[in-house]
């Protein structure tokens, strides 16, 4: 238990709110204006510090930027020149004061002037943090380009690499050759086809008929034989269906000759018409074993940044060394910084 004295100190340091045994609160904020009113500057610095350090006591935006207004004069006036520059600094650069610039007709001149050379300053700070920061996008941009160009490049050789042209010459004389050769030859693949099957088939069919015809014509010729030597044993009818079968297939092939020497004179003369002396064509071929990783993923042999080190500076090494020499006392100071 606590004694009755110690008990009574205790009650009356949190009702009077003496720094360091109670916590700061909006409190201090008025009673430091007070104080700075009355030209109790020393007071009035203590409160406000009570009030905003190490955190503000107060979650009204408004009120933390008067206590910094304040506190700022506060340091101007006890001759605290570095603390004041310090929390104009806070007060400038601070998201929730940016926009609460400080009242000229409410501080003293010297109040001002240190809060405009500090402005001054910030903004300088800032203009050159965003030149920094466009700089650095502007060099990336740039990069990215670069590498997307040389990615691009990589692509197009590859693509080079994968390709071959070969001309081939042509002679009329194969143009002269049946079965879509002559086509072909041109590079006209489609009625190549069309008339290398079609003359096949043509062909395919004369052949059969021819062989039928024979076949049927020796059938005949047989049938006579016999009929001759023992014409009561051999019916008339057998004879007949052979006559017409050996006319029907003699028939057939000869239009089958006819068409077929009719389509092929069309071809050649299809490839005459269309002669093509000299055909280009384009042909894959597959990249070296050293080549293949770079086909499948250009991208990843794009040029790496390098990036200096951290405890390497550019105007650190290209530093020269720095002799200097200074009066000092009834003598004189030397050094030299590397």
């Given at each position: 238990?606590?004694?009755?004295s110690?008990?009574?100190?205790?009650?009356?340091?949190?009702?009077?709110?003496?720094?360091?045994?109670?916590?700061?609160?909006?409190?201090?904020?008025?009673?430091?204006?007070?104080?700075?009113?009355?030209?109790?500057y020393?007071?009035?610095?203590?409160?406000?510090?009570?009030?905003?350090?190490?955190?503000?006591?107060?979650?009204?935006?408004?009120?933390?930027?008067?206590?910094?207004?304040?506190?700022?004069?506060?340091?101007?006036?006890?001759?605290?020149?570095?603390?004041?520059?310090?929390?104009?600094?806070?007060?400038?650069?601070?998201?929730?004061?940016?926009?609460?610039?400080?009242?000229?007709?409410?501080?003293?001149?010297?109040?001002?002037?240190?809060?405009?050379?500090?402005?001054?300053?910030?903004?300088?700070?800032?203009?050159?943090?965003?030149?920094?920061?466009?700089?650095?996008?502007?060099?990336?941009?740039?990069?990215?380009?670069?590498?997307?160009?040389?990615?691009?490049?990589?692509?197009?050789?590859i693509?080079?690499?994968?390709?071959?042209?070969?001309?081939?010459?042509?002679?009329?004389?194969?143009?002269?050759?049946?079965?879509?050769?002559?086509?072909?030859?041109?590079?006209?693949?489609?009625?190549?086809?069309?008339?290398?099957?079609?003359?096949?088939?043509?062909?395919?069919?004369?052949?059969?008929?021819?062989?039928?015809?024979?076949?049927?014509?020796?059938?005949?010729?047989?049938?006579?034989?016999?009929?001759?030597?023992?014409?009561?044993?051999?019916?008339?009818?057998?004879?007949?269906?052979?006559?017409?079968?050996?006319?029907?297939?003699?028939?057939?092939?000869?239009?089958?000759?006819?068409?077929?020497?009719?389509?092929?004179?069309?071809?050649?003369?299809?490839a005459?018409?269309?002669?093509?002396p000299?055909?280009?064509?384009?042909?894959?071929?597959?990249?070296?074993?050293?080549?293949?990783?770079?086909?499948e993923?250009?991208?990843?042999?794009?040029?790496?940044?390098e990036?200096?080190?951290?405890?390497?500076?550019?105007?650190?090494l290209?530093?020269?060394?720095?002799?200097?020499i200074?009066?000092?006392?009834?003598?004189?100071?030397?050094?030299?910084?590397?």
């Open positions: 238990m606590l004694r009755p110690l008990a009574l100190t205790t009650v009356v340091a949190l009702s009077l709110g003496v720094p360091g045994m109670a916590g700061a609160d909006e409190g201090s904020f008025f009673d430091g204006r007070a104080a700075y009113r009355d030209g109790d020393p007071r009035a610095v203590a409160l406000f510090e009570d009030f905003l350090l190490p955190v503000p006591a107060s979650n009204d935006a408004v009120l933390v930027c008067q206590a910094r207004k304040y506190l700022i004069a506060g340091y101007v006036l006890v001759r605290q020149e570095n603390a004041a520059r310090e929390e104009a600094r806070r007060l400038l650069t601070e998201e929730a004061c940016r926009e609460s610039p400080l009242d000229r007709t409410s501080f003293p001149e010297a109040v001002v002037v240190l809060y405009d050379e500090v402005k001054a300053a910030v903004e300088v700070e800032e203009r050159e943090a965003a030149a920094r920061r466009e700089a650095v996008q502007r060099e990336e941009r740039e990069r990215q380009v670069a590498e997307q160009a040389r990615v691009e490049t990589i692509r197009e050789l693509e080079v690499a994968t390709t071959e042209t070969v001309e081939e010459r042509n002679s009329r004389w194969v143009a002269l050759l049946p079965f879509g050769i002559g086509q072909i030859r041109n590079g006209h693949r489609r009625a190549g086809l069309f008339f290398a099957i079609t003359e096949g088939l043509l062909a395919g069919a004369t052949l059969g008929t021819f062989l039928a015809h024979q076949y049927y014509a020796n059938e005949v010729n047989e049938f006579q034989n016999a009929l001759e030597a023992n014409p009561e044993r051999l019916p008339e009818f057998r004879g007949a269906r052979l006559d017409q079968l050996e006319r029907r297939f003699r028939v057939s092939n000869q239009v089958l000759w006819a068409t077929t020497g009719a389509v092929m004179i069309a071809g050649v003369i299809d005459q018409v269309r002669y093509v000299v055909r280009t064509e384009t042909r894959r071929r597959p990249l070296p074993r050293s080549l293949r990783e770079v086909g993923d250009p991208a990843a042999f794009a040029p790496e940044r990036e200096p080190e951290e405890d390497e500076k550019p105007s650190d290209q530093r020269p060394p720095d002799l200097t200074r009066p000092a006392g009834l003598g004189l100071s030397l050094r030299l910084r590397f």
